[in-house]
């Protein structure tokens, strides 16, 4: 029989989710394990990997369909098996509860094969009121540390799983009563067999060499903090986790740190790398988290994200007319800055890492502001769609994702000009008029990008993010669906992101055309952005 891949439940009141992209094609072999396709919920933009192993056909789903819950979107096949059509998924009409009664909350399943999930905190306490939507604990999936919503406004009770447990999926780990409701009493967990460890098998040495030790590894590897994801490729690869320095937060080993240990960026012995090769170039993905920096102020601190080929040092000029008093936190983007270069598949890859990074770098904040230009602009975007309860304003200055249409050949032309000459015709595409660019500045630029390697890199992530010249990811319907005061700042002269896409998305936000400024108004105008920012910011602030 073939096995059913079907669009898997990531939150207990989810009842669809919209398939980003697809990994493989009809009629490609697959893998058990490997990723298949992404679909974007309301937590994150998520990798769904293969339930089997076989070949995949009887695709019923394309990028960008708004996909129920539970709905077939392929069929694996063995090989020699006779290819099927899909039937139709039957409904089953819910029970309605007579009176009421306390609401459920389970362990939701976040992917197919997937059996158990690690309980990694819960945010409220037993007694706790809680809203709907709110966000009650967070769970260890393949893909990430997720968050998990309150099913239910009321009352928790009955925490009946605690920080680090493993429960199976479909588990009730607590109770939300409605108010008024008298508290039951505590129900009994059942008992779960924990899994039996994995003989350890002595490695065959070569001659001369010590077997490494795995059988303690096995034994340490379980406490480790790590994504199912990397504990997944740490088991193909027959590696030992505790040898693979965690790059998330908390130390979390992440599978991109996997794939940097097995490309030997962390072993003692010289091994041979993975590098990309992106024309004359060769660059390889480096391991560590984002680059974060700071500036001490008062109040709310803003996040600043900036834009393809920038880096944190762009904003200077705003950071001036903001004033010295306004506390700063600035990430920079993979392969931008001093972040480290990694490998890239999707925008939502992107995302990913730009929200744990986020996460780490507000960890002590309740709340902030969101500040994001360009490319950054679209992943302030997907921070906010995902981290709303974080967010107390969004400020966007030409953020991409709102339109098909990008000038990629100015793109194309920063990432592969060598000289000052041939980068300084690109750049001026970048301001409302040639002379916002002096030759100085192109110099200037130009030997910040003197590293063959850098401009590989970010070559390479155009061709992921921009393919064909075009802007592939949607986010006008998660700009929609934010709720915090938000603010949209565009050039009238902007011809790299044109500033009709600020009327394109739906919602209640602020449009501000600059007259007389292209794409980078908060280089061309900074005291005019700032002024913008700042009032943006202290109106949301009023309204808290």
Not at 374 to 401: H, M, Q, V, Y
């Amino acid at each position: 029989m073939p096995v059913e891949v079907i669009l898997p439940k990531v939150d207990m009141d989810m009842t669809h989710g919209t398939l980003a992209v697809w990994h493989v094609a009809p009629g490609d072999n697959v893998t058990k394990g490997a990723a298949l396709f992404d679909i974007e919920t309301d937590k994150a933009a998520m990798e769904v990997e293969s339930p089997a192993s076989g070949r995949l056909h009887a695709v019923t789903a394309k990028p960008g369909d708004k996909i129920a819950v539970g709905t077939v979107v392929a069929l694996i096949f063995a090989e020699g098996e006779d290819v099927v059509k899909v039937a139709p998924a039957p409904l089953v009409e819910p029970t309605p509860a007579i009176g009421p009664q306390p609401v459920e909350v389970i362990l939701p399943k976040v992917d197919m094969d997937m059996s158990h999930g690690t309980l990694a905190v819960w945010h409220a306490a037993e007694g706790d009121s809680v809203t709907e939507g709110s966000a009650l604990f967070d769970i260890e999936t393949d893909k990430a540390a997720m968050e998990v919503e309150a099913p239910a406004t009321g009352t928790l009770h009955h925490l009946l799983a605690a920080p680090g447990d493993k429960v199976p999926v479909g588990d009730v780990v607590a109770y939300i009563y409605p108010a008024g409701m008298a508290v039951g009493p505590r129900p009994v967990r059942a008992a779960v067999a924990a899994p039996k460890p994995a003989t350890a098998q002595p490695a065959e040495s070569a001659p001369g060499s010590v077997a490494a030790p795995f059988a303690s590894a096995a034994v340490t590897d379980s406490a480790l903090r790590a994504t199912p994801a990397a504990r997944a490729a740490a088991r193909q690869a027959g590696v030992a986790l505790a040898e693979v320095p965690g790059t998330g937060p908390k130390g979390r080993v992440q599978r991109d740190d996997v794939a940097a240990y097995l490309d030997g960026q962390h072993s003692p012995f010289p091994a041979i790398s993975s590098p990309v090769i992106s024309g004359p170039a060769v660059w390889s993905p480096q391991p560590g988290p984002l680059h974060i920096s700071t500036r001490k102020g008062q109040g709310i601190p803003l996040v600043l994200l900036h834009g393809f080929t920038a880096d944190s040092q762009s904003w200077a000029p705003l950071e001036k007319a903001l004033g010295p008093d306004r506390a700063l936190i600035r990430i920079d983007l993979p392969g931008h800055g001093r972040s480290p270069r990694r490998k890239l598949r999707s925008f939502a890859d992107l995302a990913r890492m730009l929200v744990e990074a986020f996460d780490e770098a507000t960890r002590a904040y309740d709340r902030v502001h969101l500040l994001g230009h360009s490319l950054g602009g679209a992943l302030s975007i997907a921070i906010a769609d995902i981290r709303p309860r974080t967010i107390a304003s969004l400020s966007l200055i030409a953020p991409a994702g709102l339109g098909p249409e990008i000038d990629a050949a100015a793109l194309t032309g920063i990432t592969r000009a060598t000289r000052a000459e041939s980068l300084a015709p690109w750049l001026r595409r970048l301001t409302a008029t040639p002379e916002g660019i002096s030759d100085d500045y192109a110099r200037a630029a130009m030997k910040l990008r003197a590293d063959p390697a850098l401009r590989a890199v970010q070559a390479d992530m155009a061709h992921v993010l921009f393919p064909d010249g075009v802007q592939p990811f949607d986010l006008r319907p998660a700009i929609a669906r934010i709720e915090c005061p938000t603010a949209l700042i565009w050039g009238r002269h902007d011809h790299i992101l044109p500033h009709r896409h600020s009327l394109a998305p739906a919602g209640d936000f602020a449009i501000h055309l600059l007259s007389a400024a292209g794409h980078v108004p908060q280089i061309e105008c900074p005291e005019r952005v700032a002024r913008i920012v700042a009032r943006h910011l202290a109106g949301a602030m009023a309204g808290i």
